[in-house]
């Protein structure tokens, strides 16, 4: 059996419970007038707990020895009556707590949900999506269990045990003294059985999270796992991941194998105490016969609670388990985040953009990935950013939208800090389409306006319109209410980035970002794309990061970044007639593209 990493074992929450437990109680203040309906339903149904075993001594030492029908009549009535109202009060109370459950639940979860959207991306580089959904969906789902079954409910077996404990000591403090001889056992079996089953549950939870993470990476990487015929590793390596996860389960219903039986033999000994002392006193004539029986009746009853109380503490340590994962999540901070004094962008603004002396790095002992980077995006200019893999490129964009930070230097739109912008509305100045399309599974039109209610459907068509998307739209079946299925698999690579195309034009920018945008789409699909992109970046800036080099032949200005310093700058004839970088990658292109050329022809 394979041992969690570090990064997977769970903090021991025992030294925060309380810390823990009082935040979890927070989420109950919204529905204070439903939990206090609970507690005085719990309390109800303690006190009618009561009321069967006393009855029954009733019965046994007064109507039937003196032959009081009526009596009897009134207590038969008077037991079943208690019955009813237990029912209705157990009945409501479930309902109750179940609802409150659910209540929390959702608060809770749309909590993690929005949250999850203000974290920065070098929090989801580093946590896998498995582990993550973990959080959202099986956390709070134990949470809700905690408040269904545990938090609220526990206060019933409470009362249930000090209302019983008080009858039984009212009725013969010596006969209830002999029956809680066996509490000590008790005591020591409810102690082992916690410890066991604590660990059992967290290694039950590291495995989930472990089966999610992996499931979630396989199925996104389906198509190389068939590929590359990896199937039966992949299997294998899964099969051990599930034996892991069935063993952690198995040794937990072990524990409650020995548990529960353990405490019916202990509830046996206590009753064997019972009839012992109390049929002996009975003969003696210093007891009722119905005393006895009432203590049996309640000595059943007072050790249910237990059984269950030591349940829900197990559930509660699940609770805490989870609480502390999802508030984990939840009290980590954006390492991107907006400024507490924000500067606001001039309106209606220029669409200049200036990146000055920026040096950038993923970690704080990591290598420098851009080191002193330093030009202007004038107005309505065409920037293209050329450079081999790993030079950079793509972090440029990262910067200026804000998914990271600069470690030195600073990146201005519109002469303003972005780092001082809100985030939304600088974004809102910004249209980015990227080499990998993600599209959505719900309908085209959904996926152009992203839930932009300002964007009618008539500017949803135009954009489709200018980038010829929308003649993919009137091949689908659904038009624009077609739905694309999961990532936009219905349609083929290039038709995603022709959605994609429209997406970034409804939204109308000031700056045009493309990201190896034309990449994937085939030569005449290029050409479609490029006649429309001419017209749109006309009077608006344009950043345009590109491999092919015969896409940005028409730009303004090209900056050339080798190893995260910009090494050349200056305009396509500049380029080609200095002789450098650019020169050679040009060269080097177009002989690939001749040599693909003629292979073709042949």
Same mark, same amino acid.
């Given at each position: 059996?394979?041992?969690?990493?570090?990064?997977?074992?769970?903090?021991?929450?025992?030294?925060?419970?309380? %810390?823990?437990? %009082?935040?979890?109680?927070?989420?109950?203040?919204?529905?204070?007038?439903?939990?206090?309906?609970?507690?005085?339903?719990?309390?109800? !149904?303690?006190?009618?707990?009561?009321?069967?075993?006393?009855?029954?001594?009733?019965?046994?030492?007064?109507?039937?020895?003196?032959g009081?029908?009526?009596?009897? !009549?009134? #207590?038969?009535?008077?037991?079943?009556?208690?019955?009813?109202?237990?029912?209705?009060?157990?009945?409501?109370?479930?309902?109750?707590?179940?609802?409150?459950?659910?209540?929390?639940?959702?608060?809770?979860?749309?909590?993690?949900?929005?949250?999850?959207?203000?974290?920065?991306?070098?929090?989801?580089?580093?946590?896998p999506?498995?582990?993550?959904?973990?959080?959202?969906?099986?956390?709070?789902?134990?949470?809700?269990?905690?408040?269904s079954?545990?938090?609220?409910?526990?206060?019933?077996?409470?009362?249930?045990?000090?209302?019983? #404990?008080?009858?039984?000591?009212?009725?013969?403090?010596?006969?209830?003294?002999?029956?809680?001889?066996?509490l000590?056992?008790?005591?020591v079996?409810?102690?082992?059985?916690?410890?066991?089953?604590r *660990?059992?549950?967290?290694?039950?939870?590291v495995?989930?999270?472990?089966?999610?993470?992996?499931?979630?990476?396989?199925?996104?990487?389906?198509?190389?796992?068939?590929?590359?015929?990896?199937?039966?590793? *992949? #299997?294998?390596?899964?099969k051990?991941?599930?034996?892991?996860?069935?063993?952690?389960?198995?040794?937990?219903?072990?524990?409650?194998?020995?548990?529960?039986?353990?405490?019916?033999?202990?509830?046996?000994?206590?009753?064997?105490?019972?009839?012992?002392?109390?049929?002996?006193e009975?003969?003696?004539?210093?007891?009722?016969?119905?005393?006895?029986?009432?203590?049996?009746?309640?000595?059943?009853?007072?050790?249910?609670p237990?059984?269950? #109380?030591?349940?829900?503490?197990?559930?509660?340590?699940?609770?805490?388990?989870?609480?502390?994962?999802?508030?984990?999540?939840?009290?980590?901070?954006?390492?991107?985040?907006?400024?507490?004094?924000?500067?606001?962008?001039?309106?209606?603004?220029?669409?200049?953009?200036?990146?000055?002396?920026?040096?950038?790095?993923?970690?704080?002992? +990591?290598?420098?990935?851009?080191?002193?980077?330093?030009?202007v995006?004038?107005?309505?200019?065409?920037?293209a950013?050329?450079?081999? *893999?790993?030079?950079?490129?793509?972090?440029?964009?990262?910067l200026?939208?804000?998914?990271?930070?600069?470690?030195?230097g600073?990146?201005?739109?519109?002469?303003?800090p972005v780092?001082?912008?809100?985030?939304?509305?600088? $974004?809102?100045?910004?249209?980015l389409?990227?080499?990998?399309?993600f599209?959505?599974?719900?309908?085209v039109?959904?996926?152009?306006?992203? +839930?932009?209610?300002?964007?009618?459907?008539?500017?949803? %068509?135009?954009?489709?319109? $200018?980038?010829?998307?929308?003649?993919?739209?009137?091949?689908?079946?659904?038009?624009?209410?077609?739905?694309?299925?999961? $990532?936009?698999l219905?349609?083929?690579?290039?038709?995603?980035?022709?959605?994609?195309?429209?997406?970034?034009?409804?939204f109308?920018?000031?700056?045009?970002?493309?990201?190896?945008?034309?990449?994937?789409?085939?030569?005449?699909?290029?050409?479609?794309?490029?006649?429309?992109?001419?017209?749109?970046?006309?009077?608006?800036?344009?950043?345009?990061?590109?491999? %092919?080099?015969? *896409?940005?032949?028409?730009?303004?200005?090209?900056?050339?970044?080798?190893?995260?310093?910009?090494?050349?700058?200056?305009t396509?004839?500049?380029?080609? $007639?200095?002789g450098?970088?650019?020169?050679?990658?040009?060269?080097?292109?177009?002989?690939?593209q001749?040599?693909? !050329?003629?292979?073709?022809?042949?």
């Amino acid at each position: 059996m394979s041992e969690p990493s570090a990064q997977e074992l769970e903090p021991d929450a025992r030294a925060y419970d309380r %810390r823990l437990l %009082r935040r979890l109680v927070g989420y109950l203040r919204p529905y204070r007038p439903q939990v206090a309906l609970a507690l005085v339903l719990l309390f109800v !149904g303690a006190g009618l707990e009561l009321a069967g075993p006393y009855l029954t001594k009733v019965a046994l030492d007064r109507a039937i020895p003196d032959g009081d029908a009526r009596l009897l !009549g009134w #207590l038969v009535a008077a037991y079943a009556g208690s019955l009813v109202l237990g029912f209705l009060a157990e009945y409501a109370d479930t309902l109750l707590t179940t609802w409150l459950g659910q209540r929390v639940m959702f608060d809770m979860r749309a909590e993690v949900f929005t949250h999850l959207q203000r974290l920065s991306l070098r929090y989801f580089d580093r946590n896998p999506v498995g582990r993550l959904m973990t959080r959202v969906t099986n956390d709070v789902e134990q949470l809700n269990e905690a408040f269904s079954s545990g938090l609220v409910t526990v206060f019933g077996d409470v009362f249930t045990l000090i209302f019983i #404990l008080g009858m039984m000591l009212q009725l013969n403090w010596r006969l209830a003294l002999v029956t809680f001889t066996v509490l000590p056992l008790v005591a020591v079996a409810t102690f082992v059985f916690r410890g066991l089953i604590r *660990t059992a549950y967290r290694d039950i939870r590291v495995r989930l999270a472990r089966i999610n993470a992996f499931m979630q990476e396989q199925v996104s990487g389906m198509r190389v796992v068939q590929l590359f015929g990896r199937q039966e590793p *992949t #299997l294998r390596r899964f099969k051990q991941i599930n034996d892991d996860h069935l063993q952690a389960h198995l040794r937990s219903i072990t524990y409650y194998a020995l548990f529960f039986p353990t405490i019916e033999v202990l509830t046996a000994v206590a009753l064997a105490l019972i009839l012992w002392y109390g049929g002996g006193e009975t003969i003696q004539g210093t007891m009722t016969l119905g005393v006895v029986a009432a203590f049996l009746q309640y000595t059943r009853r007072f050790f249910r609670p237990i059984q269950d #109380l030591s349940e829900k503490y197990n559930i509660l340590q699940g609770a805490m388990a989870a609480s502390e994962r999802i508030f984990e999540l939840l009290d980590t901070t954006p390492e991107v985040a907006d400024d507490a004094d924000p500067l606001r962008l001039p309106v209606p603004g220029r669409g200049e953009i200036e990146f000055r002396d920026v040096w950038f790095r993923y970690d704080d002992d +990591g290598e420098w990935v851009l080191r002193g980077v330093s030009f202007v995006a004038r107005p309505g200019e065409r920037v293209a950013i050329v450079g081999a *893999t790993g030079a950079g490129k793509s972090t440029i964009i990262s910067l200026l939208m804000r998914f990271y930070d600069t470690t030195r230097g600073e990146v201005l739109f519109d002469g303003v800090p972005v780092r001082r912008v809100p985030m939304a509305e600088l $974004r809102a100045r910004v249209s980015l389409v990227l080499q990998d399309v993600f599209l959505f599974s719900q309908d085209v039109s959904s996926n152009i306006r992203l +839930g932009a209610a300002e964007i009618s459907d008539e500017q949803v %068509r135009a954009a489709a319109a $200018r980038v010829g998307a929308d003649r993919v739209v009137q091949r689908l079946p659904g038009g624009y209410d077609q739905p694309l299925g999961e $990532r936009g698999l219905s349609l083929s690579v290039g038709e995603r980035q022709l959605v994609s195309f429209a997406r970034a034009l409804a939204f109308d920018p000031q700056v045009l970002v493309l990201d190896e945008a034309t990449s994937s789409v085939d030569s005449e699909l290029e050409a479609q794309i490029q006649e429309a992109l001419d017209e749109l970046m006309r009077g608006r800036t344009s950043l345009v990061i590109a491999h %092919r080099l015969s *896409t940005v032949v028409s730009a303004d200005q090209i900056l050339v970044l080798h190893q995260g310093e910009v090494r050349e700058r200056g305009t396509h004839a500049e380029l080609l $007639r200095r002789g450098g970088l650019y020169a050679r990658l040009y060269e080097l292109q177009f002989i690939r593209q001749s040599a693909a !050329g003629d292979a073709a022809a042949d």
